[in-house]
């Protein structure tokens, strides 16, 4: 079975920084697009950082040049969070789909994403 185990979450100050973890297991890990996607309270789920199987990245403009996604070679991806701010304060959930499930372009996009975890807090206050 697919599992997404998140780790890393916490409360930080404004301008802090953290860094999530995503343990992946039960899948062919050098096959799949992952990504990370938040909700916070009220609001839409949103796409923040995705990588792909070439390895190329995307983020949502809103974390563009804050945020870098990155993986392992063993089943861990990683968010790290630089200069963050109190509307960066959400559940981060990581995600995984097929390589065929999505394109670059469609890569932020949740709704393409198969397996879910069950994501990590995060809040900046």
């Known amino acids: 079975d697919v599992q997404l185990v998140e780790s890393g979450g916490g409360l930080v100050q404004p301008g802090g920084s953290l860094r999530l973890s995503c343990t992946a297991s039960?899948?062919?890990?050098?096959?799949?697009?992952m990504s990370w996607v938040r909700q916070a309270p009220g609001l839409e789920r949103e796409g923040v950082a995705a990588l792909l199987i070439d390895e190329s990245t995307m983020y949502a403009d809103s974390v563009k040049g804050r945020f870098t996604i990155s993986k392992d070679n063993v089943g861990t991806v990683y968010l790290t969070m630089d200069s963050l701010r109190p509307e960066d304060t959400a559940m981060y959930y990581c995600?995984?789909?097929?390589?065929?499930?999505?394109?670059?372009?469609?890569?932020?996009?949740?709704?393409?994403?198969?397996?879910w975890g069950q994501g990590t807090q995060v809040t900046v206050s």
């Open positions: 995600a995984a789909t097929p390589r065929w499930r999505v394109t670059r372009a469609q890569s932020l996009t949740a709704t393409n994403y198969d397996f």
């Open positions: 039960g899948f062919t890990f050098s096959s799949y697009a």
